[in-house]
């Protein structure tokens, strides 16, 4: 019985300690962002030294694109036509970014969003870690 009180304690800490994503913070998400860091279901995780593409989010009233760029050493982004039109719904107190392109339909969950990281899991429970994305310019 003791050990059933301890559980139930653990996943009710647990369950207390997500993040609660609002409308109010969702503005967070415009701008570039690069992975910093992926963690798989079994645990394995693999740290993002340098990104050759960053992606960029322009959201307004939860609808919006993501587009991958690519970083130029004048401060400049290669940027082609390609995006993927997102919408931001919320369910059960969760947020989600959902994805259509002409060829697929997906949606990732938010776990955290603040202006300087981003928190996001996918259907099969990677998660990906991002930091806001630093312009850099070699003259």
Do not use: H
């Not at 990677?126 to 630093?134: A, G, L, N, P």
């Amino acid at each position: 019985m003791k050990n059933i009180i301890v559980c139930l304690t653990f996943l009710l800490t647990l369950g207390g300690c997500q993040t609660k994503i609002t409308d109010t913070d969702l503005v967070n998400l415009n701008g570039y962002w690069e992975i910093e860091k992926v963690t798989k279901p079994d645990g394995s995780k693999k740290e993002y030294k340098v990104n050759e593409t960053i992606d960029f989010f322009e959201l307004k009233n939860k609808n919006g694109i993501r587009k991958k760029v690519t970083p130029q050493f004048n401060g400049t982004y290669l940027v082609n036509n390609q995006s993927e039109a997102i919408t931001i719904t919320q369910k059960n107190g969760e947020t989600f970014i959902n994805y259509v392109t002409s060829y697929a339909k997906w949606k990732e969950r938010m776990v955290s969003l603040t202006k300087d990281i981003l928190v996001i899991v996918n259907d099969q429970n990677i998660e990906y870690q991002y930091k806001k994305f630093t312009p850099f310019s070699i003259k």
